[in-house]
T-cell receptor, first 115, second 116 residues
Framework: EAQVTQNPRYLITVTGKKLTVTCSQNMNHEYMSWYRQDPGLGLRQIYYSMNVEVTDKGDVPEGYKVSRKEKRNFPLILESPSPNQTSLYFC??????????????FGPGTRLTVT | QKEVEQNSGPLSVPEGAIASLNCTYSDRVSQSFFWYRQYSGKSPELIMSIYSNGDKEDGRFTAQLNKASQYVSLLIRDSQPSDSATYLCASEEGHAGGTSYGKLTFGQGTILTVHP
């Protein structure tokens, strides 16, 4: 089954404790992206990756890191989480082309609480 | 900062009616536009993409794009209670020469309720 998977689905952690949220897709998609969703603020893009070893900042990259060492995986790293990073996180992927691009398929989401 | 604005909700329509969802965007050179549906507690699901001016129909859904007015809409005909969800409009940051930047901006969403 074609899908985007995220782990963990739920995570409660404490301020300053490094964590990684994994994202994997089995569709051979070139493009992957991370979003956070907050009430009243909608979906905001954190980082995106056009291909392996190519990443760029979205609208809210502060406090996050990403890496794209292989096509199928795009982990999101919070080096020192803070309470304002409590949010619902989505990973997405798409088969980008030069002309028609970014019809994105979303993972199930990771609900992160930082206390 | 590029912006995508959606008509404020919530929107409530009776079953069988047409639901009209609207969206404006600030990036004049945006080329790609998307409508996603998000059920409560679930992830967004792509329902329509549109790249050219005019209408694009897919079943009960019709997306309309007017680049001159920087306006995108989604019509849902014969609305069903199962259409009750939050609808998200998104645009891709404009690009020139066919090279895509990959940066998407989402609107805040419009909550649609279809009542029997």
């Amino acid at each position: 089954e074609a899908q985007v998977t995220q782990n963990p689905r739920y995570l409660i952690t404490v301020t300053g404790k490094k964590l990684t949220v994994t994202c994997s897709q089995n569709m051979n998609h070139e493009y992957m992206s991370w979003y956070r969703q907050d009430p009243g603020l909608g979906l905001r893009q954190i980082y995106y990756s056009m291909n392996v070893e190519v990443t760029d900042k979205g609208d809210v990259p502060e406090g996050y890191k990403v890496s794209r060492k292989e096509k199928r995986n795009f982990p999101l790293i919070l080096e020192s989480p803070s309470p304002n990073q409590t949010s619902l996180y989505f990973c997405a992927s798409s088969l980008s082309t030069d002309t028609y691009s970014y019809e994105q398929y979303f993972g199930p989401g990771t609900r992160l609480t930082v206390t | 900062q590029k912006e995508v604005e959606q008509n404020s909700g919530p929107l409530s329509v009776p079953e069988g009616a047409i639901a009209s969802l609207n969206c404006t965007y600030s990036d004049r050179v945006s080329q790609s536009f998307f409508w996603y549906r998000q059920y409560s507690g679930k992830s967004p699901e792509l329902i329509m993409s549109i790249y050219s001016n005019g209408d694009k129909e897919d079943g009960r859904f019709t997306a309309q794009l007017n680049k001159a007015s920087q306006y995108v809409s989604l019509l849902i005909r014969d609305s069903q209670p199962s259409d009750s969800a939050t609808y998200l409009c998104a645009s891709e940051e404009g690009h020139a020469g066919g090279t895509s930047y990959g940066k998407l901006t989402f609107g805040q969403g419009t909550i649609l309720t279809v009542h029997p």
